[in-house]
T-cell receptor, first 118, second 117 residues
Framework: AQTVTQSQPEMSVQEAETVTLSCTYDTSESNYYLFWYKQPPSRQMILVIRQEAYKQQNATENRFSVNFQKAAKSFSLKISDSQLGDTAMYFCAFMKWGSGAGSYQLTFGKGTKLSVIP | DSGVTQTPKHLITATGQRVTLRCSPRSGDLSVYWYQQSLDQGLQFLIQYYNGEERAKGNILERFSAQQFPDLHSELNLSSLELGDSALYFC????????????????FGPGTRLLVL
């Protein structure tokens, strides 16, 4: 079974600074997807960024970028120029196709609570 | 308020019993997802329905089943309940999910807290 570990339960960062959230995973698969989701108090689960394991290039989305180290099974999220609206719970997730038709295996980390301080 | 409603908010029951959790997605959303969140297991994806059909299955036990009705509301049925089934059960919805709903924002409901005694 896959496991996803987020070793930082809580983090804080000053507004406009940069913060990195860590995520490691364990799998024997070679093809899979990795995601970072943001969950603000409004209870949306917002897709922040995704990475396909077969792509060597690190994904970027505006102020969000990842450092994907496949051999080390590491998938960290860097948030640049932090904004107050970035305050949320961040979940790292691993997904691979299951053995049955239309079957996913989706595993989340336990989350990192990020607070952006004015 | 995400627009997703779940009932009941709390549920207390005994081992061996069966319960039904209900979810109404946001207006216009076609996909419904069910998740289980517990302290030790974290957030686990159970199952996804799209427009009435099962789209993706995650770590859902055989004792659990779900369905999505023509009006797009969904129910999660949990049977032969065990102490370890005590958890917070979330429903989420998203607009489509035809290829993979995990590529779009999901809107989570407030959850149903299940306690099995």
């Amino acid at each position: 079974a896959q496991t996803v570990t987020q070793s930082q339960p809580e983090m804080s960062v000053q507004e406009a600074e940069t913060v990195t959230l860590s995520c490691t995973y364990d799998t024997s698969e070679s093809n899979y997807y990795l995601f970072w989701y943001k969950q603000p108090p409004s209870r949306q689960m917002i897709l922040v960024i995704r990475q396909e394991a077969y792509k060597q290039q690190n994904a970027t989305e505006n102020r969000f970028s990842v450092n994907f180290q496949k051999a080390a099974k590491s998938f960290s999220l860097k948030i640049s120029d932090s904004q107050l609206g970035d305050t949320a719970m961040y979940f790292c997730a691993f997904m691979k196709w299951g053995s049955g038709a239309g079957s996913y295996q989706l595993t989340f980390g336990k989350g990192t609570k990020l607070s952006v301080i004015p | 308020d995400s627009g997703v409603t779940q009932t009941p908010k709390h549920l207390i029951t005994a081992t061996g019993q069966r319960v039904t959790l209900r979810c109404s997605p946001r207006s216009g959303d076609l996909s419904v997802y069910w998740y289980q969140q517990s302290l030790d297991q974290g957030l686990q994806f159970l199952i996804q329905y799209y427009n009435g059909e099962e789209r993706a299955k995650g770590n859902i036990l055989e004792r659990f089943s779900a369905q999505q009705f023509p009006d797009l509301h969904s129910e999660l049925n949990l049977s032969s309940l065990e102490l370890g089934d005590s958890a917070l059960y979330f429903c989420a919805s998203s607009p489509s999910g035809v290829t993979s709903g995990f590529y779009e924002t999901q809107y989570f409901g407030p959850g149903t807290r299940l306690l099995v005694l």
